[in-house]
């Protein structure tokens, strides 16, 4: 850096007036109850669609192998995301939609914790894996499975408050 600070770089919490990454001191951040939930959803085929819904793919139960997954990798954001804080997380969840019309398989994650700093990459971390693993566990059969529409629906928490998004539509399962 030459020393002149972009004015963009002072909106992002990440960089320091020098331009150097660096990880948010969240140290003096009142502690709150914060929850997160995020979507996605896995395209499949309609013959893949059945497989799944009979618990006839070749690697088996693939809904609660995803739900494990997606549990593990909320646990392990931190690890994966360079400058997001460890959570001690207090309650992760992953749940499915089956749209068969449609062969999706909707995957709503929840993360909640109570801290300093926010956890929709938890929630995030927790659908994307989820995904993937639905991925892995239907390769055998179909090779063209489309990933979609992964984004964060709802949190709250902290400083900023409530973000819902605008078109937010939840599982109905949702405990809000």
Do not use: W
């Not at 179909?142 to 400083?159: F, P, T, Y």
């Amino acid at each position: 850096m030459n020393g002149q600070e972009r004015p963009e770089q002072a909106m992002l919490s990440h960089v320091d007036r020098d331009g150097n990454l660096c990880m948010v001191d969240v140290g003096g951040k009142d502690e709150t109850d914060r929850r997160a939930l995020a979507r996605t959803e896995v395209l499949l085929s309609e013959t893949t669609m059945r497989l799944l819904q009979e618990q006839a793919l070749p690697k088996g139960d693939v809904l609660s192998v995803a739900k494990v997954a997606g549990i593990l990798a909320a646990k392990r954001t931190h690890e994966l995301i360079p400058l997001c804080h460890p959570l001690m997380l207090s309650y992760v969840d992953v749940r499915f939609s089956i749209e068969p019309e449609r062969n999706a398989v909707v995957i709503f994650a929840e993360a909640r914790t109570s801290g300093r700093t926010g956890l929709e990459m938890e929630a995030l971390m927790a659908a994307q894996v989820a995904a993937l693993t639905i991925y892995d566990m239907c390769k055998a059969v179909q090779k063209d499975i489309v990933i979609a529409d992964c984004r964060l629906l709802r949190k709250s928490g902290g400083k900023s408050g409530l973000y819902e998004a605008p078109d937010m539509v939840s599982h109905p399962d949702d405990q809000g």
